[in-house]
T-cell receptor, first 110, second 116 residues
Framework: GEDVEQSLFLSVREGDSSVINCTYT??????LYWYKQEPGAGLQLLTY?????DMKQDQRLTVLLNKKDKHLSLRIADTQTGDSAIYFC??????????FGSGTRLQVQP | GAGVSQSPSNKVTEKGKDVELRCDPI?????LYWYRQSLGQGLEFLIY????????KSGLPSDRFSAERTGGSVSTLTIQRTQQEDSAVYLC??????????????FGPGTRLTVL
């Protein structure tokens, strides 16, 4: 999506932390989402954050939101090989359906 | 059903032919979305249905693309006179409520369309 940008690829070793970054341009975004897509499968919602929050933690996942810089990140602690997938951030401005980034492919090396 | 289903899972067609892709959303979900995912690309919004409101067609790339949703449930995406650049995975999603609700969109497995 032209309004949401992500780096294309991230490689980490098993057990390390992964940080996937996303920048968006619409300051009116109300909800920001992280979706995971495993090979050959549809997208699965991982977590989301409301725009009045700056952090949300859910087990191994930590979402950080910097509204001033329009920057969103997803941290995966103790990354496992099963975390290998494409991760998409998406914004919901209420005007239309979600606007997705192009996805970050996470490769976890054993 | 238990989740969003789409059919067919794979479709190979010849350039110039018409194709129909089907989406069965989760029962009771008022919102339905179609996206397109080209190889190595993110998701491109196509069309959004919310209840009985007029659909948001702003993402449809050309007038060869159309979609309908019958009875507030099943949706069909039709591509007329297919072109090779239409080759992609077409994803359908549904949610209990529409945008700005914080509601999760549940995605189907997609239909992989290949235009020869």
């Amino acid at each position: 999506g032209e309004d949401v940008e992500q780096s294309l690829f991230l490689s980490v070793r098993e057990g390390d932390s992964s940080v996937i970054n996303c920048t968006y341009t619409d300051s009116s975004s109300t909800y920001l989402y992280w979706y995971k897509q495993e090979p050959g499968a549809g997208l699965q919602l991982l977590t989301y954050i409301f725009s009045n929050m700056d952090m949300k933690q859910d087990q191994r996942l930590t979402v950080l939101l910097n509204k001033k810089d329009k920057h969103l990140s997803l941290r995966i602690a103790d990354t496992q090989t099963g975390d290998s997938a494409i991760y998409f951030c998406a914004e919901d401005t209420g005007r239309r359906a979600l606007t997705f980034g192009s996805g970050t492919r996470l490769q976890v090396q054993p | 059903g238990a989740g969003v289903s789409q059919s067919p899972s794979n479709k190979v067609t010849e350039k110039g032919k018409d194709v129909e892709l089907r989406c069965d959303p989760i029962s009771g979900h008022t919102a339905l979305y179609w996206y397109r995912q080209s190889l190595g690309q993110g998701l491109e919004f196509l069309i959004y249905f919310q209840g009985n409101s007029a659909p948001d067609k702003s993402g449809l790339p050309s007038d060869r693309f159309s979609a309908e949703r019958t009875g507030g449930s099943v949706s069909t995406l039709t591509i007329q006179r297919t072109q090779q650049e239409d080759s992609a995975v077409y994803l359908c999603a549904s949610s209990l409520q529409g945008v700005l609700s914080g509601g999760e969109q549940f995605f189907g497995p997609g239909t992989r369309l290949t235009v020869l």
